[in-house]
DNA sequence: TTGTAAGCGTTATCAA
DNA sequence: TTGATAACGCTTACAA
């Protein structure tokens, strides 16, 4: 509880006494409700009455109490966002749409970072629980059921990034990798590839799996007889630059190496020029996710799209879906991959059968 | 205010009531008082007693409800963070580190990107002081003065990075870029650099103007007779390719380029090496800031490191001071860059006079 | 069209 | 060592 202090001589530095709503509606000469009323557009106010109440509010310089109007009406503006790593190159382009998003639309984002920790990821949400948030934006790349569990228990509003399925208070974005796997493959081989290996990510994420799958499957359909290896990646620079120098120590070279993420396909760039290899010359390179540095790379990366700006945008736009209708059932949104061609793929020195 | 349907035939999902501090004191037999003594360690209570709380909340399943608890305390465990631009690369490890800090300590971070958009900050603020925020980081690279104001009226704790001095309820963290400047000209210098030219970010940011400053004066130290010849950039990738072009028109090439932040320092590479350049074998080069990518650039970049992570632990650990003692003045803590030595910089081709 | 007043779920002051 | 209970600042029936 607060104390004002009263009768004291005045201090150098006014002390602003805060001022809450009945201090508006005595300076509007209304009542309460109204000077609410007017807040929130909750019911109809004179026009006349209504532009007191605005000049109060502005004379008073009053700012609502959120926690207040929160306790009050059972439900925050605070929405949660929960990624894996922001210092991974993927996520902060899909942060800031989020944050947009939400600031449009007058929430407030609290970000969460579970560096890949379960225990951390349930502290959380725990604390988002706490705060009532209207929603959680779940886009890490792997998640505790328990906490999906969780949620669920307490009606709270999510939305998954390709995890989970679309039901009662969770819609699911789901980004279509396949089909731009399939584009990159299909690229390649139009381009005369015969030979394309393939550099993965690790197989706890499941976009890793879904990738190499869908690989292997469109490998399948345009190169029926080919067998085309794969080498095994965690996602990173450096493993990128490892896979490049397995490849490069295979009896036959490929012509074309289709990489699972920029981050790797990067590495393997840097690691094919150590080598003399020029690109894409002598070997094409497709990667993945279509990160910043992927256009700002030498030669600009050709590689996959994964929209992430988009992402964002739906994701919150299904949030607030269920947030605004929480009786309807989540919704399930695909969101295609496609191929950006830049100068990292080029026909294969010679064709080989 | 919510309704409980009573005397309701139990649905098919069971409406999980909200369980109140009040729930927990019954089923633990004492006064809500204990339990929120217990919960927030404010009065003794007696082993036993403390115990049996415990065991009734874990029951229960009981999470306290943040509003409630900030209406009566009048705090909040809320931080606010303000960044220009997350999808810029200095940002996110930042952010990073300031999530990671605050989360250590209870606080929650609500993330906001201005988009070097005043009129959004301020919209901003002005939530940030309806959720009577517990603390505000401004890590902007430019600042409202009027914000500050509303900030300093409510006695809102504020730590900035590079901006403001430190006072009453604000501290300050001062990145020191000069002395990592300082260091790469001086690394140059005795590499037998005598040519050194700078490419600058644009005035208006005021971290630009500093480093041409410092970089300048360094220079008139090491190199009492040289006019280095300065180039303008925006502090984005393409503004660095556009000055190596003019470096590369210029009468005389330099031998060295220290260029004010990473990015300009990469497109500057890409250009340099387009011309047919080695670096660091014809030209040397140094960044600033110490962005991932630096280290994986071909050659690995030496650059003036701005240790973010140490930024973003230090910040938090001056406006938690100041949130918790907010009589004491804010303080100020001096960050020094300092030189990343990599493979972008070698001795010159011949050394002219 | 506006006002009255009962909550919302805590904390914190007193008293016991 | 614990318990009653009055705030905290707002929203929202309900009354006028």
Same mark, same amino acid.
């Given at each position: 509880m607060k104390k004002t202090v009263k009768g004291?001589?005045?201090?150098?530095? /006014?002390?602003?006494?805060?001022?809450?709503?009945?201090? &508006?509606?005595?300076?509007?000469?209304?009542?309460?409700?109204?000077?609410?009323h007017v807040i929130n557009k909750t019911k109809y106010v004179s026009d006349e009455t209504r532009e007191r109440?605005?000049?109060?509010?502005?004379?008073?310089? +009053? +700012?609502?109490?959120?926690?207040?109007?929160? !306790?009050?009406?059972?439900?925050?503006?605070?929405?949660?966002?929960?990624? *894996? $790593?922001?210092?991974?190159?993927?996520?902060? %382009?899909?942060?800031?749409?989020?944050?947009?998003?939400?600031?449009?639309?007058? +929430?407030?984002v609290i970000l969460i970072n579970t560096n890949y920790d379960a225990k951390r990821a349930a502290d959380y949400v725990r604390r988002l629980i706490e705060l009532k948030v209207a929603g959680v934006a779940?886009?890490? *790349? %792997? #998640? $505790?059921?328990? !906490?999906?569990? %969780? !949620?669920?228990?307490?009606?709270?509003?999510? /939305?998954?990034?390709? #995890?989970?399925?679309?039901?009662?208070?969770?819609?699911?974005?789901?980004v279509d990798y396949a089909v731009g796997i399939e584009a990159a493959v299909h690229h390649l081989t139009s381009l005369g590839h015969r030979q394309i290996a393939h550099v993965a990510g690790p197989d706890h994420f499941r976009s890793a799996v879904i990738r190499r799958e869908a690989f292997l499957a469109s490998v399948a359909r345009y190169l029926p007889n080919a067998r085309p290896a794969i080498y095994d990646g965690d996602f990173k620079f450096d493993s990128g630059r490892r896979a490049a120098n397995e490849i490069l120590a295979a009896a036959e070279l490929p012509?074309? &190496? &289709? /990489?699972?993420? $920029?981050?790797?396909? #990067?590495?393997?760039?840097?690691?094919?020029?150590?080598?003399?290899? *020029?690109?894409?010359?002598?070997?094409?390179? &497709?990667?993945?996710?279509?990160?910043?540095?992927?256009?700002?790379? $030498?030669?600009? !990366?050709?590689?996959?799209?994964?929209?992430?700006?988009?992402?964002?945008?739906?994701?919150? %736009?299904a949030l607030m879906q269920t947030i605004e209708r929480p009786e309807q059932p989540g919704i399930e949104i695909r969101i295609p991959t496609y191929l950006v061609t830049r100068n990292s793929t080029a026909p294969p020195r010679k064709n080989k059968k």
């Open positions: 004291a001589p005045p201090p150098t530095v /006014v002390p602003l006494a805060p001022v809450r709503i009945k201090d &508006v509606a005595r300076a509007a000469g209304v009542s309460t409700a109204t000077v609410s109440v605005l000049q109060a509010i502005d004379q008073c310089r +009053y +700012y609502p109490n959120a926690h207040a109007r929160s !306790l009050a009406s059972g439900r925050s503006h605070i929405v949660g966002l929960l990624v *894996s $790593d922001i210092a991974n190159p993927f996520f902060p %382009e899909l942060v800031k749409s989020i944050e947009a998003a939400c600031f449009e639309r007058g +929430y407030n779940l886009m890490t *790349s %792997e #998640l $505790d059921p328990a !906490l999906i569990d %969780e !949620l669920a228990d307490r009606r709270v509003p999510v /939305v998954f990034h390709n #995890l989970g399925t679309a039901g009662a208070y969770m819609s699911n974005i789901l012509t074309a &190496v &289709v /990489v699972a993420n $920029d981050m790797m396909a #990067l590495g393997v760039m840097q690691e094919f020029r150590a080598a003399r290899l *020029s690109i894409p010359r002598d070997i094409s390179i &497709v990667g993945f996710d279509d990160i910043a540095f992927a256009a700002l790379a $030498d030669p600009p !990366l050709t590689t996959v799209c994964s929209p992430r700006m988009e992402i964002g945008r739906r994701a919150i %736009e």
